[in-house]
T-cell receptor
């Protein structure tokens, strides 16, 4: 069964450093998402991406964040200058269905620890 | 704002059915009802979704009230592997999922 994969599974970085989190969505999916979950809190939406551009973003997704689909298979989330509060699990998700009602498939997540 | 209401936690015995309720009294006509679950230390996992009619799949059944203001996720025989946080989410079109706190289901052997 096709699945969303994410690398690395765990990333430790120092405050102020740049990190890139990588995702390989399911191959025929059209919509791509990043969510995050701070330990013990809700899963929060960051950004959605369709047709090579951001379709929606949350207040969390400020200028420090960017997304890219560089080669038609990978989908990346970059944080330019990490802060302590960026420590969280980051989940990538993808979706095929273009209309209402389609399900999203999530990856296993990348645990980002900022020290 | 998740716009759905679920109990914080529920408990079930292994091998017995579980009915997880969800209230969504302000649901709009275009909103689907989605259920996802999150096992410990994993990403959310799609369970089932529906619009008006009851739905069944290999994982669960979804019973939707006639007025669509509430729904129930039914796990027919709970196993230890079903212990997770279950999220009931209203979603329409290509909008992102809005997760609430969900219901933490414990399964007792």
């Amino acid at each position: 069964e096709p699945e969303v994969t994410q690398t690395p599974s765990h990333q430790v970085t120092q405050m102020g450093q740049e990190v890139i989190l990588r995702c390989v969505p399911i191959s025929n999916h059209l919509y791509f998402y990043w969510y995050r979950q701070i330990l013990g809190q809700k899963v929060e939406f960051l950004v959605s991406f369709y047709n090579n551009e951001i379709s929606e973003k949350s207040e969390i997704f400020d200028d420090q964040f960017s997304v890219e689909r560089p080669d038609g298979s990978n989908f990346t989330l970059k944080i330019r200058s990490t802060k302590l509060e960026d420590s969280a699990m980051y989940f990538c998700a993808s979706r095929y269905f273009e209309g209402a009602g389609g399900e999203q498939y999530f990856g296993p997540g990348t645990r980002l620890t900022v020290t | 704002d998740a716009k759905t209401t679920q109990p914080n936690s529920m408990e079930s015995n292994e091998e017995e059915p579980v009915h997880l309720p969800c209230n969504h009294s302000t649901i709009s006509g275009t909103d689907y009802i989605h259920w996802y679950r999150q096992l410990p230390s994993q990403g959310p996992e799609y369970v089932i979704h529906g619009l008006t009619s009851n739905v069944n799949n290999r994982m669960a059944s979804l019973a939707i009230a006639e007025d669509r203001k509430s729904s129930t996720l039914i796990l027919h025989r709970a196993t230890l592997r079903d212990a997770a946080v279950y999220y009931c989410i209203r979603n329409s079109g290509n909008t992102p999922l809005v997760f609430g706190k969900g219901t933490r289901l414990s399964v007792i052997a």
